[in-house]
Structures are given as structure tokens and as C-alpha cells.
């Protein structure tokens, strides 16, 4: 299951990467223009006590690994893209997004 659901992110990716219209916004904040009031899956997500349990690890990085995070994961940037819109080297925005990643899952693991 996580292999296929791995195979569809990165296709939907992939596709978004493709396609993307809409030229570099400034944060985070931008995506909360392109809400609807309708629930989606990031509200179903938040009820569950996994998304706590993220939120709550998430909270516990540093800003900017937590933003290069989710504007990777979940805007769908490329580590160039990121490296890029926030002036800094690819290397050092690799190391972020490793060096977040494995406190994340340090957090998580049981």
C-alpha cells in the first residue's frame, strides 16, 4: 500500500510540476486563497490522531525546515525550486529538508 500510494504522489507531482500556471507566490499563505469552504482532505487529515501527532512534531522544527517541508511535500516544490525562492544553495536546502525529515520521523517512531 505504501509503494502505490508512493507512485501516485509522485505522479500527481509530477503532473502539478507540468502544468503549474501560476507563477512563484510568497509563503505558505498563498495557498489559503485557492481554499474552498467545502471539507477536503486536509480537514478529514486533521481530525485523525496521526495529523496530531504530525502537527505536534511539525511544531517542533525550526521555521525553516518546516517550510521548506511542507512547500515540498505538500505545495509539491522541487528541492531547485525551493533553493531558488529562498536565495539559498541547494545543498543547504537538501540538508534542511534531510535533517527535517529525519526529526520528524525521531518524533514519530514510537
Known sequence: MTWMITVVRNQS????????????????E????RQSDAP????????????ARLRHCLDQLEAVQRNCLLLAYCEG??????AGRLRTPLGTVKSW???????????LDP
Not at 498563498?30 to 486563497?33: H, K
Not at 478529514?44 to 496521526?50: D, G, I, L, R, Y
Not at 529538508?97 to 518524533?107: E, N, Y
Open 40 to 51: 477536503g482532505p486536509l480537514d478529514w487529515a486533521s481530525a485523525s490522531e496521526e495529523a
Open 30 to 33: 498563498a495557498a489559503a486563497d
Open 97 to 107: 529538508i534531510r535533517r527535517g525529515l529525519q526529526r520528524l520521523k525521531g518524533c
Open 77 to 82: 516544490y522541487t528541492h531547485e525550486e525551493l
Open 13 to 28: 507531482l509530477d503532473h502539478l510540476r507540468r502544468h503549474r500556471l501560476e507563477p512563484w507566490r510568497e509563503g505558505i
